[in-house]
């Protein structure tokens, strides 16, 4: 083996720091599906975000707040299962909401262990102008798609949802997409593979 020489600033003045770069690389996820997912959830959310800002929200909260504004009250596990998230997360995003006065909580009536969460009329408010820079957002992000690359690509990221939320154990609430994308399967494209070479 051959011994690793380090050159030094007296050695070669003008030398720069050495590049460990492969030859022919790619960049990274350069092939795969969840890095590039991964990229447009990130600039998705960070279009929302920035026009959440404007509401006194954080991305994040604004699902809980359309969630709830299209099932009216729902228990926090309920909620944590529409969501797929674990219910310390629904609770912990359910309590900055009530502090800001968009949701409230109360608990059952017959069982004090359970909650039950529901809209403000201000957190109704906050609903109907998360929708319009939901639709927003969603404009500039299929901008360039046409209605049926719209719909399929929507689709496939549900099924890619669903198949990591039974992989990581959150399952046990199917919801409308779930539903959706099951009575599409037998619509599904034939898939076409390249030869090899």
Do not use: C, N, Y
């Not at 030094?8 to 030398?15: G, I, N, Q």
């Not at 639709?135 to 949802?161: T, Y």
């Not at 939320?165 to 994308?181: M, P, R, S």
């Amino acid at each position: 083996m051959a011994p690793i020489v380090e050159a030094s600033a007296v050695d070669a003045p003008s030398a720069k720091p050495a590049e460990t770069k492969r030859v022919g690389a790619k960049p990274p996820g350069a092939k795969s599906v969840g890095w590039a997912l991964v990229q447009a959830a990130r600039l998705h959310r960070a279009r929302i975000g920035d026009r959440l800002a404007t509401l006194d929200l954080f991305a994040g909260q604004e699902q809980v707040v359309q969630v709830l504004a299209a099932s009216g009250t729902m228990t926090m596990g309920d909620l944590a299962a529409t969501l797929r998230v674990r219910p310390p997360t629904a609770s912990k995003t359910i309590s900055r909401l009530a502090a800001l006065g968009f949701v409230e909580r109360r608990a059952e009536a017959g069982d004090g262990r359970i909650v039950r969460v529901r809209l403000t009329e201000a957190g109704l408010a906050k609903a109907e102008a998360i929708e319009g820079i939901w639709d927003a957002v969603e404009a500039e992000l299929l901008s360039g798609f046409d209605g049926k690359e719209r719909r399929r690509l929507r689709k496939l990221l549900r099924k890619a949802a669903k198949g990591l939320a039974e992989a990581g154990g959150l399952t046990g609430h199917e919801t409308e997409a779930d539903a959706e994308i099951e009575a599409d399967e037998d619509e599904t494209e034939p898939l076409v593979v390249a030869p090899a070479h």
